[in-house]
């Protein structure tokens, strides 16, 4: 009997393989009438468990007459199942090509997450979020809004339940950054706050007095699961990396565990935070009081 995890990638296989399999209006059985296949040999392929040859998911793209675009994907994914890690390419579908990292985060149980120059996905408010993407110049302006959308719709993570549970690294230069206005980042901060307060979530602050620390090396997201193995996810402006291999998930464990030691508590982290934000509102109150002057 075979005990070992599958990998998130022969998961994703078996996982596409089923859709496709009931998209045609298959279950198990029938598929395996029309391959000439035990029900065993189609089970364990469906499942993950084991990765199967290119033919075995060639046989089962064209029983289930897959299209092409899905088809590929699949393939690719079969192909890859033998290495350890491995890169995606965003070019100009960045919301597209998310899809593996967000079809895993929703099916992981604990996440830790590292960040250095921009607030979490999963923590932005919606004006902040657009002000991050305007800014970016791989979206196109047509694409903003979408993008912006779609950010917001990977939020549902934590209506999940149970949901994950969650430990956020931030270093504080994120919170001084002011992104869109005085107005905006207030309202961000204290979205922090109220996030917080949630049960299995974690805000973990990195103080500037901190100095050098375990995380400079760059922004992470650190992923565990109940039925396969951990990943770690990379990403980068225009591509990001996924890594599997033992060496590579342990390593960014020692680093999470160091950061658990440099950053402030949960309590001390609200804290500053709420500092920051008040500071903020203060700066967006004069500025509007200083507008009103110019105006009368």
Request: proline content about 5%; aromatic content about 6%; charged content about 25%.
């Given at each position: 009997?075979?005990?070992?995890k599958?990998?998130?990638?022969?998961?994703?296989?078996?996982?596409?393989?089923?859709?496709?399999?009931?998209?045609?209006?298959?279950?198990?059985?029938?598929?395996?009438?029309?391959?000439?296949?035990?029900?065993?040999?189609?089970s364990?392929?469906?499942?993950?468990?084991?990765?199967?040859?290119?033919?075995?998911?060639?046989?089962?793209?064209?029983?289930?007459?897959v299209?092409?675009e899905?088809?590929?994907?699949?393939?690719?994914?079969?192909?890859?199942?033998?290495?350890?890690?491995?890169?995606?390419?965003?070019?100009?579908?960045?919301?597209?090509?998310?899809?593996?990292?967000?079809?895993?985060?929703t099916?992981?149980?604990?996440?830790?997450?590292?960040?250095?120059?921009?607030?979490?996905?999963?923590?932005?408010?919606?004006?902040?979020?657009?002000?991050?993407?305007?800014?970016?110049?791989?979206?196109?302006?047509?694409?903003?809004?979408?993008?912006?959308?779609?950010?917001?719709?990977?939020?549902?993570?934590?209506?999940?339940?149970?949901?994950?549970?969650?430990?956020?690294?931030?270093h504080?230069?994120?919170?001084?950054?002011?992104?869109?206005s005085?107005?905006?980042?207030?309202?961000?901060?204290?979205?922090?706050?109220?996030?917080?307060?949630?049960?299995?979530?974690?805000?973990?602050i990195?103080?500037?007095?901190?100095?050098?620390?375990?995380?400079?090396?760059?922004?992470?997201?650190?992923?565990?699961?109940?039925?396969?193995?951990?990943?770690?996810?990379?990403?980068?402006?225009?591509?990001?990396?996924?890594?599997?291999?033992?060496?590579?998930?342990?390593?960014?464990?020692r680093?999470?565990?160091?950061?658990?030691?440099?950053?402030?508590?949960?309590?001390?982290?609200?804290?500053?935070?709420?500092?920051?934000?008040?500071?903020?509102?203060?700066?967006?109150?004069?500025?509007?009081?200083?507008?009103?002057?110019?105006?009368?």
């Amino acid at each position: 009997m075979d005990d070992r995890k599958p990998t998130v990638r022969s998961r994703e296989l078996g996982e596409g393989l089923r859709a496709a399999m009931k998209s045609a209006g298959m279950g198990v059985r029938d598929l395996g009438r029309r391959l000439d296949w035990p029900h065993p040999r189609v089970s364990h392929l469906l499942s993950g468990k084991r990765g199967g040859s290119e033919l075995d998911v060639v046989s089962v793209l064209v029983a289930c007459k897959v299209k092409r675009e899905e088809r590929e994907r699949l393939m690719t994914l079969c192909r890859e199942l033998g290495t350890q890690g491995w890169l995606q390419q965003y070019g100009s579908q960045l919301p597209e090509q998310l899809r593996t990292y967000v079809d895993h985060e929703t099916k992981a149980t604990e996440i830790w997450d590292f960040h250095l120059a921009v607030i979490p996905g999963l923590l932005q408010t919606e004006d902040y979020a657009r002000a991050v993407i305007r800014r970016s110049v791989h979206a196109p302006a047509s694409e903003v809004e979408g993008r912006v959308q779609a950010r917001l719709t990977r939020q549902g993570i934590f209506n999940r339940y149970p949901p994950p549970r969650i430990t956020y690294y931030i270093h504080e230069t994120v919170l001084r950054v002011v992104v869109g206005s005085s107005a905006v980042m207030s309202d961000q901060l204290h979205h922090l706050l109220r996030m917080a307060v949630r049960p299995r979530l974690e805000i973990r602050i990195l103080p500037c007095t901190a100095g050098a620390h375990a995380g400079m090396a760059g922004p992470f997201t650190l992923m565990e699961f109940p039925s396969f193995t951990p990943l770690v996810y990379l990403e980068g402006e225009l591509s990001a990396v996924f890594l599997e291999q033992e060496d590579q998930i342990d390593g960014y464990r020692r680093i999470v565990a160091a950061l658990a030691n440099t950053a402030l508590g949960p309590q001390e982290s609200k804290e500053l935070i709420a500092a920051l934000a008040t500071e903020l509102y203060r700066e967006d109150q004069d500025d509007r009081a200083h507008l009103e002057d110019e105006q009368l």
